[in-house]
């Protein structure tokens, strides 16, 4: 039997134990974590007449140490799929993550872990299997750091020549080039789920952009991504599988038409966590979305062209916006996708999926499926696991 190694990092119970940590942490997909967290974030302050996150970014090591990712229902979930091809260690990615790994040396690792610290967080886990020479699922290091850097990742797209806005990255709110056309769109380098993303990073003009890197730049401490606004529809892309047979499940289109009025064409903070309310659930997300075939295709073309060209393994979701030409422009890579297993919480990768056809179990068992057959790993076939699951039962019940 299979020993599959499970890397994760999961959120306390107690969500005060997280000492003020409160903003959404990067893999997160907020319209499920915003109906445990509304609370929170119903009272972040309104600064002339939009939003900003509530708190300041702070990766102080006492903050990581307890700043867990996933909650026990998804773990659970992820957890119950895997078993059906072999026996789950539970390996949680916290400080005695390495010893436990090598101790365990399981025959595969399904990595969700997010990292406790750093720009490169989500890289540690992945290095320690290649370390030990134990495979895993999904990218490796090198992808997942280039990733979550996503001035890097743009410049990568930009050498290859896959269409992403235009952008320069800045270190202090004075040092645009001046190159680029607005309006614009800001935020920070290095972080997700729309930490530091509210309508005030729309800039029209210069000033207003002067004023928004200021901002974000003081209160994120990291280089601040300046874009040129991509004015078309936006939608994500689940991709799975590897080489030639990587493909895209079903296009998540967004709707901003269900945005309150006046709102800004984004899938920001306000979105996510604000008035996406369970009383009230954002009706967002149209899966498959409909579009043109000559859309999808092109769509599908440069989201694989992206997956590819970034090194993605095994699955990733890939966020996209038309350009005011109407060409799919890759606004960024999510190579850890959020999969979250209710579908009331919109979580888009599993939404794909089940467009698709797959139940959640079968999404996950499939990027497993990837990542043993890249390495060299035999996990039971379907077929042989319900043989021997029947076996089982026709012995249990004699
Ligand atoms: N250049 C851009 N033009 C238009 N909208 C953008 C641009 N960059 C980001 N956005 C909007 O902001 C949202 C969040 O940006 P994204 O880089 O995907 O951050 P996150 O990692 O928080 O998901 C996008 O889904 C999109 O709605
Ligand atoms: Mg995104």
Redesign the pocket.
């Known amino acids: 039997m299979a020993r599959i190694g499970f890397a994760y990092n999961q959120k306390p119970d107690d969500e005060e134990a997280r000492t003020g940590d409160d903003e959404p942490r990067?893999e997160e997909e907020p319209p499920s974590s915003s109906r445990k967290r509304l609370s929170r974030n119903d009272s972040a302050p309104r600064v002339a007449g939009a939003i900003q996150p509530p708190v300041t970014s702070r990766r102080s090591s006492s903050d990581d140490e307890f700043a867990e990712w996933d909650s026990n229902e998804t773990i659970s979930a992820v957890e119950h799929a895997l078993s059906s091809l072999g026996e789950v260690i539970r390996l949680e990615a916290s400080v005695n993550f390495p010893e436990r790994l090598r101790a365990e040396r399981p025959d595969i690792v399904f990595n969700m872990a997010e990292g406790l610290r750093g720009v490169n967080r989500e890289s540690h886990v992945p290095a320690m299997c290649e370390f030990f020479g134990i495979p895993y699922s999904g990218s490796d290091p090198f992808t997942l750091s280039l990733c979550l850097d996503?001035a890097r990742a743009k410049e990568c797209l930009a050498y290859h020549g896959i269409p992403t806005?235009p952008f320069q990255l800045v270190h202090d709110a004075s040092s645009h080039s001046g190159a680029l056309r607005f309006p614009v769109?800001v935020?920070p380098v290095h972080?997700?789920?729309?930490?530091g993303?509210t309508e005030r990073?729309y800039c029209r003009t210069p000033s207003e952009m002067r004023e928004q890197v200021a901002f974000l730049l003081d209160r994120y401490r990291q280089p601040v991504l300046i874009?040129?606004?991509?004015?078309g529809a936006?939608f994500t892309c689940a991709v799975l599988g590897n080489g030639g047979d990587a493909h895209v499940l079903p296009i998540v289109g967004?709707n901003f038409d269900v945005l309150p009025s006046g709102s800004l064409?984004?899938?920001?903070f306000e979105a996510k966590w604000l008035w996406d309310r369970p009383e009230q659930p954002l009706e967002i997300f149209e899966c498959p979305a409909r579009i043109d075939e000559a859309l999808r295709c092109t769509i599908e073309r440069v989201v694989l062209a992206a997956y590819h060209v970034l090194g993605c393994r095994d699955w990733s979701r890939i966020?996209v916006?038309l350009d005011a030409a109407g060409v799919p422009?890759v606004?960024?890579v999510?190579p850890l996708p959020g999969i979250l297993p209710d579908p009331a919480d919109n979580s888009c990768f599993p939404k794909a999926a089940r467009a698709a056809g797959m139940s959640y179990d079968e999404l996950i068992q499939t990027c497993v499926r990837h990542a043993a057959d890249r390495q060299g790993v035999s996990l039971p076939s379907n077929a042989a696991r319900r043989r021997r699951t029947s076996v089982a039962r026709a012995a249990a019940s004699s």
């Open positions: 990067a996503k806005a769109f935020k972080e997700g789920s729309s930490k993303i990073n874009e040129e606004f991509l004015t936006e967004m064409p984004v899938y920001g966020d916006r422009n606004v960024e999510n």
